[in-house]
């Protein structure tokens, strides 16, 4: 059974870092990756890894935002640097296995002084 949890959101101020984790069971995954949803925004892709490393980002996030994953472990982490009011949303991750999307159930993220 395949299973997402994420961790390591909260409130920081503008200009802090945060690392959120995704620790995935059922897998192995193919592609994982970051996904954010501010209130009254669609969801948005902000970073993707896939198995063998390769990374993909928006240009919006580029610079700040580095995902990471351990497959040993079966988990990835978003490390976000710089952080912006803009960038307050729930984070959600998600893993692809075969045709099959999974997401977990999210971690929020306030950025404010």
């Known amino acids: 059974q395949v299973q997402l949890v994420e961790s390591g959101g909260g409130l920081v101020q503008p200009g802090g870092s945060l690392r959120l984790s995704c620790a995935a069971s059922?897998?192995?995954?193919?592609?994982m990756a970051w996904y954010r949803q501010a209130p009254e925004k669609q969801r948005e892709l902000v970073a993707l890894?896939?198995?063998?490393?390769?990374?993909d980002y928006p240009d919006s996030v580029k610079g700040r935002f580095t995902i990471s994953r351990d497959n040993a472990k079966n988990t990835v982490y978003l490390q976000i640097n710089s952080l912006k009011p803009e960038d307050t949303a729930v984070y959600y991750c998600?893993?692809?296995?075969?045709?099959?999307?999974?997401w977990g159930q999210g971690t929020q993220v306030t950025v404010s002084s």
């Open positions: 998600k893993a692809t296995l075969g045709i099959f999307d999974y």
């Open positions: 890894i896939t198995n063998s490393g390769t990374t």
């Open positions: 059922g897998g192995p995954f193919y592609t």
